[in-house]
């Protein structure tokens, strides 16, 4: 366990634990650059390669990636050692919705709000080909101003999860907030399955407590399948009738986002909110190095830099496959200073004949010899993540794609050995 005070990356100081589950810490934490409270989750890479979850943990980063809106924790970045992984998150003191339903059923106006910005959220991920898939009270946070958040999108799926009929198939969620077809397994469409769950939280925040549950799990099951509940007398009418087209088993009749916001009822005393740009990347700084070569300041993709670090973890080709299909690349970490890698790229410019220009925190090699497709140029651009820390991307601008590998292995990666220290790159795009 990680003790109280220790600095990770340079970047933010550990406070207490929070929470922990079989392959994850989460800590309270402050941002040393800017005294920000944030959550900084700690995943094991080892242990989630080990049971094969690098799937799920690629699809939680890439999905809180694409959402960014004032009702979904916010994924601040994505940084990475040889043996963690760690996500800076918003820290959201309020505790679970959960605890709030544990106490007993809310007033309507209250139930009411918390419902609407649910809904706003779950549309929000839905615009963006993103389904969450275990929505419930428990994955909901709410900030010190009341306000609900969405967390915990390790169950979420993209719209290109979808087969080939565009449904998802994969069974995944908690048993009573599950849509009927998610539990017949014959593929379903995961904005109906999301505002299914959406209406069993509606439910319990009115009610106090689930409208399908039985101590029997089959039992329930068949509850569920034929949308087999009954609501309280204290539930106004108006709300029991949205309830019930809301918890249809039928998804093709079943209410959607666009209709469910035109309710009468669900529009009363609504806030609107608007959901600023996403952006996310690490932040490189200045190179106060030598004047005739400086890294300038940029914006370097923390999906990158996981890669470089993590062999076996490649999350670029995740988000940049129209990058990677248009020129070999590779990337490498290393801790040694500007001036060394500098100097190395001048011995291969120098041994290989090739022309070398400097110039913002780029290295450009031209080749004096004519090859299949002309003379091959290469780009190498440094980033620096910490003072000691640098990746290096290494990219062919010009010339034949195999001239450029055969040069890569039996001349660069060869003579760049001494100082890397990890390489992630064209192999794994070529397999």
């Not at 101590?215 to 087999?228: A, C, H, T, V, W």
């Not at 300038?296 to 470089?308: G, L, R």
């Not at 995740?318 to 200073?337: G, I, Q, S």
Request: aromatic share 10%.
């Amino acid at each position: 366990m990680e003790k109280k005070g220790t600095i990770l990356m340079q970047r933010y100081e550990l406070g207490r634990l929070l929470g922990q589950g079989t392959f994850a810490k989460v800590y309270h934490a402050r941002n040393l650059n800017t005294g920000q409270s944030v959550a900084i989750k700690i995943i094991d890479k080892e242990k989630v390669m080990q049971v094969g979850l690098i799937d799920q943990i690629k699809r939680e980063i890439s999905v809180m990636r694409l959402v960014r809106h004032p009702n979904v924790v916010r994924l601040y970045e994505v940084m990475a050692s040889k043996t963690k992984i760690y996500f800076a998150m918003e820290y959201v003191k309020g505790g679970e919705l959960f605890d709030k339903v544990a106490k007993g059923k809310l007033k309507e106006d209250v139930a009411r709000k918390y419902f609407q910005q649910l809904i706003g959220a779950v549309d929000f991920c839905h615009s963006r080909g993103v389904y969450h898939r275990d929505l419930k009270p428990e994955n909901l946070l709410l900030d010190e101003n009341g306000n609900l958040k969405v967390s915990d999108f390790g169950l979420s799926a993209l719209f290109e999860s979808r087969r080939k009929d565009g449904l998802l198939h994969t069974t995944c969620g908690t048993p009573a907030y599950v849509a009927p077809e998610v539990i017949n397994k014959k593929g379903y469409d995961g904005a109906k399955a999301d505002i299914w769950s959406c209406g069993v939280i509606l439910f319990v925040l009115l009610a106090g407590y689930l409208p399908f549950h039985d101590p029997n799990l089959m039992e329930m099951y068949r509850k569920i399948s034929k949308g087999d509940f009954k609501c309280p007398q204290w539930i106004p009418a108006e709300v029991r009738k949205l309830l019930s087209t809301i918890l249809n088993p039928s998804p093709s009749t079943r209410i959607d986002v666009a209709k469910l916001k035109e309710n009468t009822w669900f529009k009363k005393g609504i806030k609107h909110v608007e959901s600023p740009e996403t952006h996310f990347a690490i932040s490189t700084s200045d190179y106060r190095g030598s004047p005739s070569f400086k890294i300038a300041k940029s914006n370097f993709n923390a999906f990158d830099i996981i890669s470089s670090l993590s062999p076996g973890f490649d999350l670029s080709n995740l988000f940049e496959e129209d990058m990677n299909h248009m020129r070999p690349e590779a990337r490498f970490t290393t801790t040694k200073p500007v001036s060394t890698i500098v100097s190395k790229f001048e011995e291969i410019a120098e041994m290989e004949s090739f022309k070398l220009v400097k110039r913002d925190g780029t290295m450009k090699l031209q080749g004096s010899r004519e090859g299949r497709k002309g003379q091959l140029a290469i780009d190498a651009e440094i980033f620096e993540v910490t003072p000691a820390f640098y990746v290096v991307e290494v990219k062919k601008t010009a010339g034949d794609t195999l001239e450029y590998k055969e040069f890569c292995d039996h001349d660069l990666r060869p003579s760049l050995k001494d100082i890397v220290w990890t390489w992630q790159g064209y192999e794994e795009q070529e397999k």
